[in-house]
């Protein structure tokens, strides 16, 4: 598929990559918003990056779109690849059942093992594709193939916040609580929104994330540093 | 402690909005933000403050205050919102001006005759900013008045203990609020996942605003608008105004809280020129949607900002000149606190 430069209105613009999810259209989207937010293009107010493509907002009373569609397009000639550091977060995760209420059952359906999906789970590289739906919600991917389900049939009202969930090729962490439809295997003690912080959101489009188990009593003590902000991940880089 | 307006009755669902919270939405944050940003304009113009204050939006109903302070002055814009002075002095005072309220007045907004209108204050409430902004997002739980509607009990801080001595400002002949004017949109940028027959329908037929309509987004009441295959997208980002359209066929057309990401399909979206006259509708109200180019919709966002300079320009010193005006000389004695009220 051809990369294509959308009209979203008069105030935004949509670089379309392809039509599905892929780690390699997802670095070509990533790459380009390096690009983009590097050159301060006047006008542009800020870039969102998805799975397939990258959707720049721009003040239309400052910049037109056939302008900067041309200013879009000479920035995508050398935008090939992810080139930069990325970051790795190690967040811990306690997959013990009363805090994993979905664990047994994507168990049962997957015909692992509870400790087969834990292991599986914890056992890749994910790559943060878009933090989206909610603020701070990270799309993470892509899951281990034999753990992947389609999301629960009956969603439920409330998801605690720090919920691992998996659905699809996706795992993602609730950030507050709220409605939600995905497989509920495990619960971070780690905030991963706060609007006190810059950026409010821990993981940013881009960012390498991997799992680490962690017993019941790691999981207290961290909550409890958590709240009293006495805990707060710090991600290593990645050279590529 | 510092002056402030008490909320006696909050209205329906009245919260802090300015301009909005841009440079987060890579994080999942919504802009938020005014409906009405030509209205939050005049309105602090007519308040003398920078365009970009943060004030007061009502949706539907507007609240009930009480003044905690000297005095304070408030402006109000929004069609047919206007404040009422409660108590033994009741009396309508108008809308699109300035007034001066003094310690104890209660005053209240009534009349909306658009889904929302605005009222600030002079000097701005005192409000700390969420993330480079004091729009509220409700569902968020962040921003504006702890991240929430108002709520009868509260206390809201003003920036300023009394008002400036200066003489009130009004707007003469406010624009009405246009419901009953087209639309303009931009197709796309998923127009191509809609049969053509749903292009038709969107640029032809009448839709009505259902009951399930807030700052997130209007649910459009009318034909459904099929789509040429799956209905689902993998999900990429979302401009204020798009028209989204779900599984059911029936269209969501996306306000200042809507998500900034999303995996249905978007047909057209509307042209940023208008998207005060969306923001205006009210459940029932009508809707009819017209296609411009791109090129064009640029130039109708240039008109419109010329107009509404036009309009603010306008604003001038209520006085009882020439023409006499009694009810806006009543008023403008009335907010001096003098003349009638103190004994």
Known sequence: MSIRVLNSGDTALVVEFGDRIDRAISDRVLALRGRVDAARIPGVVETVPTFRSLMVHYDPLTVRAAELTGTLKTLLEGAKALDRVRRLWRVPVCYEAELAPDLADVAA?????????????????????????????????DLPAPLRLPRRADPRVRVPPGSVAIATAMTAIYPVECPGGWHLIGTTPIGIFDTATEPPALFAPGDAVEFEPIDRATFDRLQVRTAHGEHRPLPSELVP | MSGALVVLAPGLHTTIQDRGRFGYQAFGVPVSGALDAECLEIANRLAGNAPETPALEMLYQGPTLEVETDSVRVAIAGAGAEIELLGASNR?????????????????????????????????????????????????????????????????????????????????????PGLDRPIRLVLGPQQDHFAEAALDTLLTAEFTVSQ????????????????????????????????????????????????????????????????????????????????????????????????????????????????????????????????????
């Open chain 1, 109 to 141: 359906r997957t015909r692992l093992g509870p400790d087969e999906v834990v292991r599986l789970h914890s056992s890749v590289r994910y790559h943060v594709y878009m933090v989206g739906f909610l603020p701070g919600y990270p799309y993470m991917g």
């Open chain 2, 92 to 176: 309508r005072l108008g809308g699109w001006r300035s007034i001066t309220l003094a310690r104890g007045e209660r005053f209240r907004v009534q009349g909306l005759a658009a889904a929302c209108a605005y009222l600030t204050v002079s000097g701005g409430m005192a409000v700390a900013p969420v993330l480079g902004s004091a729009s509220t997002f409700a569902r968020g739980g962040f921003g504006g008045w702890h991240g929430r509607a108002l709520q009868a009990g509260d206390r809201l801080p003003l920036g300023r203990d009394s008002a400036e001595e200066r003489g009130e400002l009004a707007l003469p002949d406010p624009p009405g």
């Open chain 2, 212 to 343: 399930q309509a807030d700052r997130m987004g209007l649910r459009l009441d009318g034909p459904t608008l099929p789509h040429r295959g799956d209905y689902n997208i993998v999900s990429d980002g979302i401009a204020t105004g798009a028209i989204q359209v779900p599984g059911s066929g029936q269209p969501i057309l996306l306000l200042a809280d809507h998500q900034t990401t999303g995996g249905y399909p978007k047909i057209a979206t509307v042209i940023s020129a208008d998207l005060p006259l969306v923001g205006r509708r009210r459940p029932g109200d009508r809707v009819r949607f017209a296609a411009v180019g791109i090129a064009e919709a640029e130039r109708l966002r240039r008109a419109e900002r010329a107009a509404l300079d036009a309009l603010l320009a306008k604003v001038t010193p209520l006085r009882a000149e020439g023409r006499l005006d009694l009810d806006r000389l009543f008023g403008a004695n009335l907010i001096s606190g003098v003349v009638f009220d103190n004994p």
